[in-house]
């Protein structure tokens, strides 16, 4: 039973509420879900409950992984019961402070998650799967709650503004702090150490798109970490998913937990590998990297001609994709017998300039000199995979060549009967 705990006591706006923390098992044995208390409906009080997704599993994962882990502050509001604050008077330093104390609850309350619902739910199932967490600590807030209209009406508000303005970690953050995500800790280590990705070749910012102004950059660096991904993944599917430690294991869960440094080293010398042939085996990369100037990147990304495609976000993204789909093409068996420079010697055959086929009209708008930038990164994936092996186009899953000819003649307009035309035949309408 819950009795008392030392606490902090604050007020911010009409709020008073009291700083602490609770043990997994006391949040597991104490903590509801909201039931009636916000609503006199049942079918508001269930809506409520049905917002409480499956985001909870994911949380247990990490809590029963992750030796590092730590959560923000539940927000618990009590309700019923008996609380009562006890006041302890300190002295220090000549000032006397009286906000610190203890809560002291008498068993009878009522507690429940005003923001927190999927922390809670996530420590309750951790706790089914490891008991050793039971005296595991969480920073908690409690603040009071009336059953009446006025004050549901209160708790309704601070409801609502919790979780309204609460927002996800941005992309950026993660690419910036994330020290389980491979692709990050990979990003941030050509950026760091890469001349094809050091100082102003990557655009930091929130989006993926590059700023107009910006003459300077390759890409983005949420593109880039994007790249890395599916540099991660293929890895990742291709090595370590057929070994026992991983079998069972998503990718999407591989990346919320940080390998062993001898996996890291090993990944990382497979992305090395790539970008690094990257940077010499496609020609207009390896031009970039030689010009001295404050605006390299002035003659391949340009609202005149629109530039080269893999300057812009929407087409190395897919680029990288298709060359892993190449990669796969060929039943290599040792991840250590890609050819990575054989790959790149494949792609760098074809042409990248966007005013030019195949790219005008899919990716290039020539009459309002924009990119196009709706619903055609998988055909332009495809394009590249399809112009790299184009001297033996059998090797392409025949779902993806009727995919390029559906999608492509949409793209330039084509009004003739698409049944009664092959791919090649519409390539000859540029």
Known sequence: MLEKFPAIRATIGTWVYYIGSLTFQEVSNYVKK??????????????????????????KKYILKQDEMFFNALVLAIYDGDPEWVEVELGFEGEE??????????????????????????????????????????????????????????????????????????????????EDDTAAILTRYFVENSDLFSGNRIVFSQQKAIPERDKAAL????????????????YYNQKLKITSKYKKVSFTDFLKFRPSDSVLSKIEAFCKKYWNAFSIGISE??????IDSKTPASKYRNNKIGGHILFRPIGLLPFVQATMMDAKLYDVENISEISIKRIMRSFNSQNFWLNKFPWKNVAWDPINKIMKTSGNQKLIKLLFLYFANIEDVSLIDEKDITFIKNKYA?????????EDVQLSDLFEVK
């Open 97 to 178: 402070y009286f906000n610190l104390g203890f809560l002291s609850l008498s068993g009878d309350e009522n507690i429940f998650a005003v923001d927190g619902q999927h922390r809670v739910e996530g420590i309750k199932a951790a706790l089914k799967e490891n008991n050793e967490l039971n005296d595991e600590k969480v920073p908690v807030i409690f603040i009071g709650h009336k059953t009446t209209p006025d004050g549901m009406e209160k708790t309704r508000r601070l409801f609502s503004t919790l979780n309204r303005y609460a927002k996800p970690v941005s992309m950026s953050d993660i690419v910036a702090l994330d």
């Open 285 to 290: 990369i390896a031009e970039y990297l030689t």
């Open 410 to 418: 949409s793209f330039i307009g084509f009004e003739g009967n698409i």
């Open 219 to 234: 890409t983005s660096i949420i593109t880039f970490y994007q790249c890395n991904v599916e540099l991660v993944k293929f």
């Open 34 to 59: 909201i039931d009636n208390e916000l609503h006199k409906s049942k079918g508001l009080s269930d809506a409520i409950q049905r917002s409480i997704t499956n985001n909870y599993i994911q949380i």
